[in-house]
């Protein structure tokens, strides 16, 4: 069984930056495309940003310049640096990891538990 374990998330001031984790542990053997979406008070999840196995990443226009996401292949981990925070980036952030497969067999899309961002004004 694979979970996801997140880290990170706090209450900063708007400007400062956070650093989020997701580490992926259990029976991993490869997980094609890894993301963080987020969810703000009221508001739909979004994804802000994804990154294939290969290294190619994507980031909603919001984040463009602040935000870089990476991840460490060996360590089934994925990291979203967070830079020039904003009070709109204040949300629950999650990891996403697509088309997990492990030892076991394929086990498709898995869900961390959130991890809330705060930006204060």
């Known amino acids: 069984q694979v979970q996801l374990v997140e880290s990170g998330g706090g209450l900063v001031q708007a400007g400062g930056s956070l650093r989020l984790s997701c580490a992926a542990s259990?029976?991993?053997?490869?997980?094609?495309?890894m993301a963080w979406y987020r969810q703000a008070p009221g508001k739909q999840r979004e994804m802000v940003a994804g990154?294939?196995?290969?290294?190619?990443?994507s980031y909603i226009d919001s984040v463009k310049g602040r935000f870089t996401i990476s991840r460490d292949n060996g360590k089934n981990t994925v990291y979203l640096s967070m830079n020039s925070l904003k009070p709109e980036d204040t949300g629950v952030y999650y990891c996403?990891?697509?088309?997990?497969?492990?030892?076991?067999?394929?086990?498709?899309?898995?869900w961390g538990q959130g991890t809330p961002v705060t930006v204060s004004s």
């Open positions: 996403n990891c697509r088309a997990v497969v492990s030892y076991s067999g394929y086990l498709g899309d898995i």
């Open positions: 990154m294939t196995s290969g290294g190619d990443t």
């Open positions: 259990g029976n991993v053997f490869r997980i094609n495309y």
